[in-house]
T-cell receptor
Framework: AQKITQTQPGMFVQEKEAVTLDCTYD???????LFWYKQPSSGEMIFLIY??????QNATEGRYSLNFQKARKSANLVISASQLGDSAMYFCAMRAGSTGANNLFFGTGTRLTVIP | DAGVIQSPRHEVTEMGQEVTLRCKPISGHDYLFWYRQTMMRGLELLIY????????DSGMPEDRFSAKMPNASFSTLKIQPSEPRDSAVYFCASSFMALITGNTIYFGEGSWLTVV
């Protein structure tokens, strides 16, 4: 069975500072993918970044980077130089391997608040 | 390019009424997903289609829920009869090829359903 855990219900960060949002996962399948989505107050789900289980390097997309520690089964999202517009819910998600490979399992989310 | 388009954005209906949610996926995407988001259960997959064919409907809560995809550019999720516990945000999402290739799912803005 696949499981995604986000242990931080809420986080605060000062504008222009970096913040790390935690995500741990559990799967017995060697092939999997990890995703981060942002959900602002308007409700839409916005794709941020993807990391494959066989990727050698950590994924980066602009101010977003994914700290992938395979042995620890963690895939933390790092946002550098936080902006007020980064205030939102952030969801970590995992795509299963050979079974149910087309489903995304979501964590419970972390609400990030950027303080001016 | 147009994203995933959902309608209605907001719906308030009385218990027992039929509700129909509509979705137009991104052109060229061959996978379509319906997700439901609630405070209690988070984001959960209801059903997904590949090339208009339902592949996995194990997440559909009960017989009151049904989904169809008559063609590549249109899908519906129907609830009949609706109940207050169906109140949630319903997301439609689409993807090009299977997630196993790392392609992400793109979400619509959601349909906010309230059943009173």
């Amino acid at each position: 069975a696949q499981k995604i855990t986000q242990t931080q219900p809420g986080m605060f960060v000062q504008e222009k500072e970096a913040v790390t949002l935690d995500c741990t996962y559990d799967t017995s399948d060697p092939s999997y993918g990890l995703f981060w989505y942002k959900q602002p107050s308007s409700g839409e789900m916005i794709f941020l970044i993807y990391q494959g289980s066989y990727d050698q390097q950590n994924a980066t997309e602009g101010r977003y980077s994914l700290n992938f520690q395979k042995a620890r089964k963690s895939a933390n999202l790092v946002i550098s130089a936080s902006q007020l517009g980064d205030s939102a819910m952030y969801f970590c998600a995992m795509r299963a391997g050979s079974t149910g490979a087309n489903n995304l399992f979501f964590g419970t989310g972390t609400r990030l608040t950027v303080i001016p | 390019d147009a994203g995933v388009i959902q309608s209605p954005r907001h719906e308030v209906t009385e218990m027992g009424q039929e509700v129909t949610l509509r979705c137009k996926p991104i052109s060229g995407h061959d996978y379509l997903f319906w997700y439901r988001q609630t405070m209690m259960r988070g984001l959960e997959l209801l059903i997904y289609f590949n090339n208009n064919v339902p592949i996995d409907d194990s997440g559909m809560p009960e017989d009151r829920f049904s989904a169809k995809m008559p063609n590549a550019s249109f899908s519906t999720l129907k609830i009949q009869p609706s109940e207050p516990r169906d109140s949630a945000v319903y997301f439609c999402a689409s993807s090009f090829m299977a997630l196993i290739t790392g392609n992400t799912i793109y979400f619509g803005e959601g349909s906010w359903l309230t059943v009173v």
